[in-house]
């Protein structure tokens, strides 16, 4: 929640309108996020099968349903990219994610299930997703933060500059520590299947990065836009899915779903590997310049 309100203390009402005036973009932008990611992140452990475990599985479709990470403005500002589109699509995905992130992990999941369960890979219960529960977190995390974020900025401007720079570098320490911690829960699971998961992310990773890319390409967008849609879906908001998986009402610590520790490493890896390929794209871009 504090990390949240950091961030939408840069957030101005008027970046909600700025959807107005560059349609395009927003749209293929938000498409990419919400729809594309999910869909061919459930192609892409289809293909996998049994190579990767199903708990693997389910963590790459859980950090595709996330929103875009909160550090993706940053690297958008360094490859040279639109910085007010990077920010209206976060602010926007962010709102949008109180209602997408359950309801994509839970059709996107459940579909997987399946799949797996056909074709002998597993044999999973069905994925009960309480909606309830994963609507009230994500809205108390990220939801009310992200409006008195946006309200202190417009009310309270000084206020707003001099705690902006602090909560910024505040929130990247806070998501090291979690990280730490919960790779430190689950170093057993880590150790052994690094190797593993370093393949895996880097995959999706890259996956997700050619979605942004590909799709703005595809549709002949400005270079600068291209650049901000392959930042915005390459960096997911993994810090969120890693707050739900420790949800015991979301996954009980006991029962079919408590030996989740694959979900664990794959969220928790991701969110370290997508800021070191999102500021290696941003060096390569700046280096390279408009070429």
Aim: one cysteine or more.
């Amino acid at each position: 929640a504090l990390v949240m309100f950091g961030v939408a203390l840069g957030i101005k009402p008027k970046t909600f309108l700025d959807i107005l005036h560059n349609p395009k973009s927003m749209i293929i932008g938000i498409l990419c996020q919400i729809l594309l990611l999910p869909v061919l992140t459930l192609c892409l452990v289809m293909l996998m099968g049994d190579l990767i475990t199903p708990m693997f599985a389910l963590g790459m479709i859980l950090v595709a349903s996330c929103p875009g990470g909160n550090i993706s403005n940053f690297i958008t500002s360094l490859s040279r990219g639109n910085t007010e589109l990077s920010v209206s699509l976060t602010a926007f995905n962010t709102a949008l994610c109180i209602f997408t992130t359950p309801l994509n992990f839970a059709f996107w999941g459940k579909l997987y299930i399946n799949f797996a369960n056909n074709h002998s890979i597993t044999n999973l219960p069905e994925l009960q997703i309480p909606l309830g529960d994963i609507f009230q977190s994500i809205f108390i995390i990220m939801g009310i933060p992200l409006i008195l974020g946006i309200l202190c900025g417009h009310y309270f401007p000084k206020v707003t500059k001099i705690l902006q720079k602090p909560l910024q570098n505040l929130s990247i320490i806070i998501f090291i520590i979690m990280v730490i911690f919960i790779l430190k829960g689950n170093f057993p699971v880590f150790e052994k299947v690094i190797k593993y998961i370093f393949i895996v992310v880097l995959l999706h990773n890259l996956l997700a990065l050619g979605i942004g890319y590909g799709t703005s390409t595809l549709f002949k967008l400005p270079y600068k836009d291209r650049r901000t849609l392959t930042v915005e879906t390459g960096i997911q908001n993994s810090g969120l899915g890693l707050i739900l998986l420790l949800n015991p009402n979301i996954f009980p610590e006991t029962g079919a779903w408590a030996d989740n520790g694959g979900m664990l490493v794959i969220t928790a890896w991701w969110g370290v590997w997508h800021i070191v390929s999102g500021l290696t794209l941003a060096f390569l871009w700046r280096w390279k310049g408009r070429k």
